[in-house]
């Protein structure tokens, strides 16, 4: 709904998805991988496992969730698919300057980061500068993992280099 508006074009809205894969997949310390696939005909989750990771935008309505991802495991807890609906009730941006006033926009590369989180099996954490954090604001910027995020996932998912502590990046200005 939002995207090609003030929001930002389609491109702008699958890059800030695939750029919140990639905050998760280019620490060495973990070890996985996120992959783009391509496009999706589908609209909605209900459908259940279907062999293939999706994200789509469902309208949802204006309830508090922002977005959800849902996962499929084996009875030994392997996940084997993962889909994540985006509420489009919400107004999104993918410029990287979301309004922050009270019907403001949210963030789709936050909040995408955070979902990727939790398709990775981490749940919320209690400091509010994580990207696990259990909620954002309209108009907040929480792209780069945060220490408690790197030490979670690489927890999980242990890879071969050190865990890193972030170095921030400036937040742009409108």
């Known amino acids: 709904q939002y995207a090609g508006n003030t929001g930002g074009t389609p491109q ?18 973990a070890n996985f991988q996120f992959a783009y696939g391509g496009s999706t005909t589908a609209t909605d989750t209900g459908t259940g496992m279907n062999q293939r ?3 789509m935008f469902i309208a949802k309505g204006t309830n508090g969730i922002l977005a959800q991802a849902t996962w499929w495991y084996t009875t030994d807890n392997a996940i084997v698919e993962c889909d994540l609906w985006i509420n489009d009730s919400y107004r999104w941006d993918a410029t990287g300057s979301p309004d922050s006033s009270i019907f403001g926009e949210y963030d789709l590369q936050s909040v995408a980061a955070h979902e990727f989180g939790h ?6 954490d209690d400091n509010p500068d994580a990207v696990m954090y259990y909620a954002i604001a309209a108009g907040a910027l929480k792209r780069q993992l945060h220490i408690d995020d790197i030490t979670g996932i690489s927890t999980i998912y242990p890879g071969s280099g050190p865990i890193v502590t972030p170095t921030p990046t400036p937040t742009p200005t409108p």
């Not at 398709?119 to 919320?124: E, T």
């Open 12 to 29: 702008q809205f699958l890059d800030a998805i695939r750029a919140a894969a990639v905050a998760w997949s280019s620490l060495g310390s």
């Open 53 to 55: 990771n999706e994200i």
């Open 119 to 124: 398709w990775l099996s981490l749940g919320h």
